[in-house]
């Protein structure tokens, strides 16, 4: 019973952690969209 309650909890632990890696992998590219935009904004 355990380790079936040991197995859920990390491949729910695991799910939430690729969410967050696929959440921050796009918000870095909106990041690095967004200062590309703004250093282009300014040197021209």
Do not use: D, I
């Not at 799910?15 to 282009?40: D, E, G, H, I, R």
């Amino acid at each position: 019973m355990l380790a079936v309650m040991n197995v859920v909890f990390t491949s729910k632990k695991a799910k939430m952690f690729s969410v967050f890696s696929v959440f921050l992998y796009t918000f870095a590219n909106k990041l690095n969209m967004y200062k590309n935009a703004f250093f282009f904004t300014c040197c021209l």
